[in-house]
């Protein structure tokens, strides 16, 4: 299995890139993981906040491959721990072959196309976060959880 994560705009803050980064770079000693970035959409500040919702979401759906399991990053979702979360992802590498893909919305969330072609939502919190710091949250989740999955100590209970 491959874990594609798919977000909206590239990160913008070189800080909040470089710790990406970091933590992308120790993920793949554990499993294939790539991050796929949608590009900005032009003349954003024309549209209002439904259209551009619809627009993200069409570019959503345009990446997804045969197979794709998809998940959405969304506050209403499921919640876990740590290490439940682990134990979520062992379990994805048993069922799903190719992509586990997780997906954060933009701004505004996402549109119904997308909610409807989801498997899944998973909540990181209950708190609203921008759609440039989730990312480096969950990376460091994945991180997290293969440290679990491998013993190794990194997560203190
Ligand atoms: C600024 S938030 C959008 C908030 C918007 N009110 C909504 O209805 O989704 C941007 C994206 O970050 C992600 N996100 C923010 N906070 C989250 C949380 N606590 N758990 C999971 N994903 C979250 C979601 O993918 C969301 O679409």
């Given at each position: 299995?491959?874990?594609?994560?798919?977000?909206?705009?590239?990160?913008?803050?070189?800080?909040?890139?470089d710790a990406i980064n970091e933590y992308k770079n120790r993920l793949v000693h554990y499993i294939p993981f790539e991050m796929e970035i949608i590009p900005d959409i032009k003349n954003v500040k024309n549209l209002r906040e439904e259209q551009q919702k619809e627009k993200e979401g069409e570019l959503i759906l345009k990446m997804l491959?045969?197979?794709?399991?998809?998940?959405?990053?969304?506050?209403?979702?499921?919640?876990?721990t740590?290490?439940?979360?682990?134990?979520?992802?062992?379990?994805?590498?048993?069922?799903?072959?190719?992509?586990?893909?997780?997906?954060?919305?933009?701004?505004?969330?996402?549109?119904?196309?997308?909610y409807?072609?989801?498997s899944e939502k998973i909540s990181l919190s209950k708190m609203t976060f921008s759609h440039q710091m989730i990312r480096l949250i969950f990376v460091e989740q994945i991180y997290r959880a293969m440290t679990i999955l491998n013993n190794e100590p990194y997560h203190h209970e």
């Open positions: 299995m491959k874990i594609s994560l798919i977000v909206i705009g590239k990160t913008d803050a070189s800080y909040f890139v491959q045969p197979g794709d399991y998809l998940v959405l990053l969304d506050e209403h979702g499921k919640s876990f740590s290490m439940e979360f682990a134990t979520y992802l062992e379990r994805k590498m048993h069922v799903v072959s190719k992509r586990l893909v997780f997906v954060i919305g933009g701004p505004y969330g996402f549109s119904e196309a997308v409807k072609a989801a």
